[in-house]
C-alpha cells in the first residue's frame, strides 16, 4: 500500500513539474462519457475474534477476488474543462464483486446440531460497491491524459453464522490513472488504486438455528477490509 501511496505521489510531482511543457487540447476530453470496467480486485482483511472465556483464535485471512473471476463494472461521469490543459472528471461507478473474510473460534462451548465443532464459525462478505469520485486531469496531448482520482465508496456487507448483520461499509480512496480518448469518442481509461473501508464488527446472537452453530452473545468479531485494484475500462464520450 505504501508502495501505492509513493507512485500517486510521485506522478503528482512528474506532471506539476513539466505542466509547463505541455501543449495540449482539453476540448477532446470534455463532456459526459459512459464505460464499462475490467477490474482485478485484491483484497486484505485483518480480522479477530474474542470471547469472556478467551477462547476464540485471531484470524487474519488474505484473499484476492479477480484470480479465478473476472469482476466487472460500469461508470457514469462527466469532464468539465478548466483551461486548454486542465479539466476536471467527476462522476460514479458500480462493481460487483465479491471478498469474504471467515473467523474461525477454538471455542467449544457452543450448543446446536454441531456444538463443539468450531462453534464460532463465521464469514464477512463485501459486495455490490458504489464509488463517487472527483479526479483532477491533466492533458499530456490531444488524445491522453493523466489523473489523480480521490473517491468515496459504499459496499454491502453480507455475513453468516449465529452473528449480527453489521452496517454497511464506508471507505476513502485513491487512484492514479490514464485515458486515452480517439477522435470517434471512444476512450480507454488504466487505474490503479485502493480504498480503506471503516471496520465491519458483529457480535453473537445467540441463538442457532438447524445446521448452525450457537455463538453466545459475549463473542465478538471484526475485520478491517482493504481492497487494491486495476481497472481497465472502455467507453465512449460523447
Known amino acids: 500500500m505504501n508502495k501505492l501511496y509513493k507512485m500517486i505521489c510521485a506522478a503528482c510531482t512528474l506532471v506539476l513539474l513539466?505542466?509547463?511543457a505541455i501543449l495540449a487540447d482539453s476540448s477532446n476530453f470534455a463532456g459526459p462519457y459512459v464505460g464499462l470496467s475490467m477490474i482485478g480486485l485484491g483484497a486484505e482483511m485483518d480480522g479477530q475474534s474474542n470471547s469472556t472465556a478467551g477462547e476464540s483464535s485471531a484470524s487474519t485471512t488474505d484473499l484476492t477476488v479477480g484470480q479465478t473471476a473476472v469482476a466487472s463494472g460500469l461508470e457514469l461521469g462527466?469532464?468539465?474543462?478548466?483551461?486548454?490543459v486542465m479539466l476536471l472528471d467527476v462522476g460514479a461507478s458500480y462493481l460487483h464483486g465479491e471478498a469474504k473474510y471467515r473467523g474461525k473460534s477454538t471455542d467449544t462451548?457452543?450448543?446446536?446440531?454441531n456444538a463443539g465443532v468450531h462453534a464460532g464459525d463465521v464469514s464477512f462478505s463485501v459486495n455490490e460497491h458504489v464509488t463517487y469520485y472527483i479526479a483532477p486531469t491533466i492533458a499530456l496531448s490531444d488524445t491522453?491524459?493523466?489523473?489523480?482520482?480521490?473517491?468515496?465508496?459504499?459496499a454491502d456487507i453480507?455475513?453468516?453464522?449465529?452473528?449480527?448483520?453489521?452496517g454497511n461499509l464506508e471507505g476513502q480512496g485513491w487512484a492514479v490513472?490514464?485515458?486515452?480518448?480517439?477522435?470517434?469518442?471512444?476512450?480507454?481509461r488504466t487505474e490503479a488504486g485502493v480504498t480503506e473501508y471503516n471496520g465491519i464488527s458483529a457480535h453473537g446472537k445467540g441463538a442457532g438455528v438447524a445446521g448452525q452453530d450457537k455463538i453466545d452473545s459475549t463473542t465478538s468479531y471484526a475485520a478491517e477490509?482493504?481492497?487494491i485494484q486495476g481497472t481497465v475500462s472502455i467507453g465512449f464520450r460523447f
Open 109 to 113: 462451548t457452543g450448543s446446536g446440531p
Open 177 to 188: 490513472g490514464t485515458r486515452t480518448v480517439l477522435e470517434n469518442g471512444i476512450f480507454i
Open 78 to 84: 462527466y469532464v468539465l474543462p478548466l483551461g486548454n
Open 18 to 20: 513539466n505542466t509547463s
Open 158 to 166: 453480507g455475513v453468516t453464522g449465529d452473528i449480527t448483520t453489521p
Open 225 to 227: 477490509p482493504t481492497i
Open 144 to 154: 491522453s491524459s493523466i489523473y489523480i482520482k480521490a473517491s468515496h465508496t459504499s
